[in-house]
């Protein structure tokens, strides 16, 4: 039914249709046109601030003034030493960026290993108790992320939950460095976006068409097949949302890593945070902050069509 | 084309949503802009009876944040707190309100060693809110060696490697350095720039943190060593009393946080009257016993706690005192390379 | 769907819904994220100025927040603002996913999905500076301070976090029931309200949770966008971040927490008897 729909519209036979598609078209305009009206002024505009700001000059004390320059997005690449002035390649942003990325990767997965099965779980609940799950899931993020975070040091810290069960197991004898370190910080991360992962997964397992798997079942297929040749393919929309909304914010993550790692390492985030703050370099601080934003946007774009054209040929 | 009148219906009332709003009478107000967790209840209550004002406390948790907002314009503040440092560029920016508390009634309360500092010649436009330090917090249980010295963060003792957190406070941290090698802060003396980076780079390994609050990991054992500001240290002791704040040797930083007048101040009137206010020794004393430092009012530690008045931390022990001083606003071109030492250290 | 659990019911044996191992994990998990409401719940009652060592009981942090109206102000004011925020995201993203999903292509498509998703491409404190030029523009010539930059700036960025679960499930939703709707001469209006909001309801309702907790916990943006007295339960522990969190805010996050989960429990013992 979705194909006949759609090549209809793609090849209007007659006058009615092609004025039909049009008209949808205007009402599509007009359904998005609030969301893109408040982005725009709340958010996509400003961002336009921040794109010319990367082209001036930085004002000695944070701001900028009004002169053209290159200097910011020449800083994002390539330094000066500090001492003897010769060029060098940007090597800090290059590590820090690396950082954010790796550790943004693995709290996507371990959002997928401990989210996948959340939401499947919650999605496979009879109906009436679904919302009740959901909220169940939900309720903890009602508190404040610095409570959260706070009570996360708890469990980790040098006297903190973890080490005391270890030690009355006699599994180790000194009290483990836990707390401030990227495993603190990935933990941390994980389970703050945690959410972001199993709502959206959610929303798409809860449509899944249960009598699919088992027709797979009935050919004889093993649970492992069934999984990765009929769920995953078919909840993908779900799992790439909830992939999306997960990594990245993760790479531009502020107070986690600095609470929980210690922030002795820079991430991403806080590369850019301190250029608008105590590095008072706002054209640096713009550059690098559209150049993460162009990254991801492409590293979207190819992803969201990669996913989309495989996500219609399963629906063949 | 009901479909599309019916999009518009929908778009428009969700627009319209967005803007509901409530106004705001404006008699007798005041707006403070202070740091976070820095005013105190009872000040404010105290203020609001004396003359018949409604405060309304706003918080920032940087200079740098309280800055770029005033900068900005359109803040509706009237007060601002900003710290010493800080003072010379609201000043040449513009954005203070020359209310010449040197001339107001309750002057003859300051301390006078805080009636004519560097950074607001002749109190023309600032009047004392709190003041401290910024040294070395040591949990002498672990390490009972000399704290006075900044060799405790920059060339640790063995029992402190990994267990030490720093302040990640660009300024302090690579001042205290400065003056660890030597020399002073903000120099554009490259090799002491280069003296102190290769100290930083070498003493980072050996820190396990670079955050703020630092009450709880020294309760719970996760750091035995901490640059940090003084009244913190006060208030660290009281859970941990092996915890003791060393003055280093080498030079460690003060710093002052001031009230000011904002120059498009609404209530121009009543910010005056907060100023003088706080010039009176009990209102100083409320802030301090609020806030846990000392605040620079003749005649305040009548009305002060106890543990405030004695503390170590907080009255600066005479053969300390000659060690400490107040750090400038380094040039654009030497944060610069303050930065760039930064970004290197933190990569 | 429904045939399926026909089935379930003659087939006890073999559910097919089962995937080995996943309600392990999933219980392993729901258990992970109570875990840190323990401490949270512990040391709210710890008699010390500390939230990691225990001291003995005491009520004195709930009496503290009792008697704090600052604290309880900012907390207010923090839900009302989540709030807010998430019913218009919501609102906003779903007209938006009705347009972007599931139709045929048209211009600007790809555009319109760069913008709704653009607020979760960049660090908060890019936005955060970019908004607060902007709006010191709005404040400096119209004089107003109110709650409504707050409330903006808050749906601005939740858009996306509402979009993405709403959108996911549209995907995933063909378009023969209501094109039958459409067939039986319903209004589209009708259609939306009988057929189509029906289905979508599970993706609508994780998208507006999702919002609100995304705005409840956002501190950057809120810090620079922000008015005078308009400080948030987040913005206020910034503050306190820096000096020490005392366990007052344990004691309110406590009793909010204790408060949501008495709620969600009464509504599944309300649907369950149903």
């Known amino acids: 039914m979705d194909q006949n729909?759609?090549?209809?519209?793609?090849?209007?036979?007659?006058?009615?249709?092609?004025?039909?598609?049009?008209?949808?078209?205007?009402?599509?305009?007009?359904?998005?046109?609030?969301?893109?009206?408040?982005?725009?002024?709340?958010?996509?505009?400003?961002?336009?601030?921040?794109?010319?700001?990367?082209f001036l000059t930085a004002d000695e004390w944070g701001g900028v003034v009004w002169q053209g320059s290159l200097q910011g997005w020449f800083e994002v690449f390539m330094r000066h030493d500090i001492f003897d002035g010769t060029l060098l390649p940007a090597d800090a942003h290059l590590s820090i960026f690396w950082?954010?990325?790796?550790?943004?990767?693995?709290?996507?997965?371990l959002c997928i290993v401990f989210g996948f099965p959340t939401a499947y779980f919650i999605a496979t609940r009879p109906r009436s108790q679904r919302s009740f799950w959901l909220f169940l899931v939900t309720v903890p993020f009602w508190t404040n992320l610095l409570i959260r975070t706070f009570a996360i040091m708890q469990i980790l810290s040098h006297s903190g939950f973890v080490n005391k069960f270890l030690q009355s197991l006699g599994l180790i004898e000194e009290p483990l460095r836990l707390l401030y370190t990227e495993t603190a910080v990935t933990i941390g991360m994980a389970y703050v976006y945690l959410p972001l992962m199993v709502l959206p997964l959610y929303a798409t397992i809860e449509r899944l068409d249960f009598s699919l798997l088992e027709a797979a079942y009935d050919l004889y297929a093993s649970r492992l097949q069934v999984l990765r040749r009929v769920i995953i393919p078919l909840v993908k929309p779900g799992l790439v949302a909830g992939?999306?909304?997960?990594?990245?914010?993760?790479?531009?993550?502020?107070?986690?890593?600095?609470?929980?790692?210690?922030?002795?390492?820079?991430?991403?985030?806080?590369?850019?945070?301190?250029?608008?703050?105590?590095?008072?370099?706002?054209?640096?601080?713009?550059?690098?902050?559209?150049?993460?934003?162009?990254?991801?946007m492409v590293a979207m774009l190819f992803y969201v069509r990669s996913t989309s054209r495989s996500g219609v040929n399963h629906a063949h | 084309?009901?479909?599309?009148?019916?999009?518009?219906?929908?778009?428009?009332?969700?627009?319209?949503?967005?803007?509901?709003?409530?106004?705001?009478?404006?008699?007798?107000?005041?707006?403070?802009?202070?740091?976070?967790?820095?005013?105190?209840?009872?000040?404010?209550?105290?203020?609001?009876?004396?003359?018949?004002?409604?405060?309304?406390?706003?918080?920032?948790?940087?200079?740098?944040?309280?800055?770029?907002?005033?900068?900005?314009?359109?803040?509706?503040?009237?007060?601002?707190?900003?710290?010493?440092?800080?003072?010379?560029?609201?000043?040449?920016?513009?954005?203070?309100?020359?209310?010449?508390?040197?001339?107001?009634?309750?002057?003859?309360?300051?301390?006078?060693?805080?009636?004519?500092?560097?950074?607001?010649?002749?109190?023309?436009?600032?009047?004392?809110?709190?003041w401290g330090s910024v040294g070395m917090v040591v949990n002498t249980d672990v390490y009972s060696g000399d704290i006075n010295t900044s060799a405790i963060a920059f060339d640790p003792p063995e029992e402190l490697v990994?267990?030490?957190?720093?302040?990640?406070?660009?300024?302090?941290?690579?001042?205290?350095?400065?003056?660890?090698?030597?020399?002073?802060?903000?120099?554009?003396?490259?090799?002491?720039?280069?003296?102190?980076?290769?100290?930083?780079?070498?003493?980072?390994?050996?820190?396990?943190?670079?955050?703020?609050?630092?009450?709880?990991?020294?309760?719970?054992?996760?750091?035995?060593?901490?640059?940090?500001?003084?009244?913190?240290?006060?208030?660290?002791?009281?859970?941990?009393?092996?915890?003791?704040?060393?003055?280093?040797?080498?030079?460690y930083v003060l710093w002052m946080d001031s009230v000011v007048v904002l120059k498009d101040a609404q209530n121009v009137e009543n910010a005056k009257l907060f100023q003088n206010f706080m010039m009176e020794p009990e209102s100083a004393a409320i802030a301090s016993n609020f806030a846990m430092y000392a605040n620079g009012i003749k005649g305040s530690s009548e009305f002060m706690l106890e543990i405030l008045a004695t503390a170590p931390e907080v009255q600066i022990p005479a053969e300390h005192l000659p060690n400490g001083r107040f750090i400038e606003m380094c040039s654009a071109e030497v944060n610069k390379l303050y930065s760039g030492i930064w970004t290197e250290m933190m990569k | 769907m429904h045939i399926n659990f026909l089935k379930k019911r003659n087939r006890d044996r073999f559910n097919v819904e089962y995937v080995p191992s996943f309600p392990v994990l999933a219980l392993i998990c729901i258990l992970c994220l109570y875990a840190p409401m323990v401490p949270l719940l512990f040391y709210s009652f710890n008699d010390s100025t500390l939230l990691t060592v225990w001291h003995g009981f005491s009520w004195q942090w709930y009496e503290a927040a009792w008697n704090n109206e600052r604290v309880q102000e900012v907390t207010l004011r923090s839900l009302g603002l989540a709030l807010q925020a998430s019913v218009y995201s919501t609102i906003l993203a779903t007209m938006a996913a009705l347009a972007t999903t599931r139709v045929p292509k048209y211009r600007g498509q790809g555009l319109i999905y760069a913008v709704i998703n653009?607020?979760?491409?960049?660090?908060?404190?890019?936005?955060?500076?970019?908004?607060?030029?902007?709006?010191?523009?709005?404040?400096?010539?119209?004089?107003?301070?109110?709650?409504?930059?707050?409330?903006?700036?808050?749906?601005?960025?939740?858009?996306?976090?509402?979009?993405?679960?709403?959108?996911?499930?549209?995907?995933?939703?063909?378009?023969?029931?209501?094109?039958?709707?459409?067939?039986?001469?319903?209004?589209?209006?009708?259609?939306?309200?009988?057929?189509?909001?029906?289905?979508?309801?599970?993706?609508?309702?994780?998208g507006a949770m999702l919002a609100f907790v995304i705005s409840l916990d956002d501190v950057v943006i809120t810090e620079f966008v922000k008015t005078p007295g308009k400080d948030t339960l987040p913005t206020y522990m910034l503050g306190e971040l820096r000096r020490e969190v005392t366990p007052e805010i344990n004691a309110i996050s406590s009793v909010l927490f204790v408060v949501s989960i008495l709620l969600v429990g009464m509504t599944f013992l309300i649907s369950s008897k149903k």
Not at chain 3, 172 to 196: C, Q
């Open chain 1, 5 to 54: 729909i759609q090549s209809v519209v793609e090849f209007p036979e007659s006058k009615l249709e092609r004025l039909k598609a049009k008209q949808r078209t205007i009402r599509n305009y007009f359904l998005s046109a609030p969301a893109l009206i408040v982005l725009t002024i709340a958010a996509s505009g400003p961002l336009f601030i921040m794109l010319f700001y990367s």
């Open chain 1, 99 to 109: 950082r954010s990325i790796k550790l943004s990767l693995v709290t996507t997965l």
């Open chain 1, 243 to 296: 992939s999306i909304l997960v990594f990245i914010p993760s790479i531009g993550a502020y107070v986690t890593p600095r609470l929980l790692g210690g922030g002795k390492s820079l991430m991403l985030g806080n590369l850019i945070e301190l250029q608008f703050g105590q590095g008072r370099n706002w054209p640096l601080g713009a550059a690098l902050s559209i150049t993460l934003l162009v990254i991801v």
């Open chain 2, 1 to 130: 084309m009901r479909q599309l009148k019916n999009s518009i219906i929908i778009s428009s009332v969700a627009a319209s949503m967005l803007f509901v709003s409530q106004s705001v009478s404006a008699a007798g107000e005041l707006n403070i802009y202070n740091w976070g967790d820095y005013t105190s209840p009872e000040l404010v209550t105290k203020f609001e009876e004396t003359y018949n004002v409604t405060v309304t406390i706003t918080d920032y948790d940087s200079n740098d944040t309280a800055l770029a907002k005033v900068k900005a314009g359109g803040h509706g503040f009237d007060i601002a707190i900003p710290s010493a440092n800080y003072m010379p560029i609201w000043i040449s920016e513009g954005l203070l309100l020359k209310t010449r508390p040197d001339q107001m009634s309750n002057f003859k309360n300051v301390l006078p060693e805080w009636t004519n500092p560097d950074w607001d010649p002749g109190r023309h436009y600032s009047v004392p809110y709190q």
């Open chain 2, 162 to 251: 990994g267990k030490i957190n720093v302040a990640p406070e660009m300024g302090d941290i690579i001042g205290m350095a400065l003056y660890y090698v030597g020399s002073e802060p903000c120099t554009d003396d490259k090799a002491a720039l280069k003296k102190a980076r290769d100290v930083l780079m070498a003493a980072k390994p050996k820190w396990v943190s670079m955050t703020y609050g630092i009450k709880e990991p020294f309760a719970s054992g996760d750091i035995a060593a901490s640059v940090y500001w003084n009244g913190d240290a006060m208030r660290t002791r009281q859970e941990t009393p092996s915890v003791h704040y060393g003055y280093p040797k080498e030079g």
């Open chain 3, 118 to 206: 653009q607020p979760i491409m960049v660090p908060e404190i890019v936005t955060a500076v970019a908004l607060l030029i902007f709006f010191a523009s709005i404040k400096a010539a119209t004089g107003y301070q109110g709650t409504a930059y707050l409330v903006l700036a808050h749906t601005a960025f939740c858009i996306p976090f509402s979009y993405l679960p709403i959108r996911a499930r549209l995907e995933n939703m063909n378009l023969s029931l209501e094109n039958a709707a459409a067939d039986l001469y319903a209004s589209p209006w009708r259609t939306f309200k009988r057929v189509t909001f029906p289905l979508l309801f599970p993706g609508i309702l994780a």
